[in-house]
Nanobody, 124 residues
Framework: EVHLVESGGGSVQAGGSLILSCSAS????????MGWFRQAPGKEREGVAT????????YYADSVEGRFTISQDYATNTLYLRMNSLKPEDTGMYYC?????????????????WGQGTQVTVSS
């Protein structure tokens, strides 16, 4: 079974930056779509960004395009999400996930493995 562990969340002021990390228990990035998803209080979980084969394909939510960057480090089995110019509406629990397939935009149904999440809070 694959285990995903997120880290890097925290509390920042609007305009600040955070880098989220996701460590996988096994080597999987080459044949998996990896993604970041988030869920704000009272809202459904939504896709933030996905990546396949270290950038062969990447997808971003319109709300984060140009501010967030998803990347992979195969050497350390780590997925990253660099978040700049954070806004209060970026507040939520951020989850790392993996799907044994190519990426199909930000759809969630194909994602089999999920981390426990890391909290991001952006204050105005």
């Amino acid at each position: 079974e694959v285990h995903l562990v997120e880290s890097g969340g925290g509390s920042v002021q609007a305009g600040g930056s955070l880098i989220l990390s996701c460590s996988a228990s096994t080597y999987m990035y080459n044949n998996y779509c990896m993604g970041w998803f988030r869920q704000a209080p009272g809202k459904e979980r939504e896709g933030v960004a996905t990546i396949y084969r270290s950038g062969l394909s990447t997808y971003y939510a319109d709300s984060v395009e140009g501010r967030f960057t998803i990347s992979q480090d195969y050497a350390t089995n780590t997925l990253y999400l660099r978040m700049n110019s954070l806004k209060p509406e970026d507040t939520g629990m951020y989850y790392c996930a993996a799907a044994r397939s190519n990426c199909y935009g930000l759809e969630q149904e194909s994602f089999t493995y999920w981390g426990q999440g890391t909290q991001v809070t952006v204050s105005s």
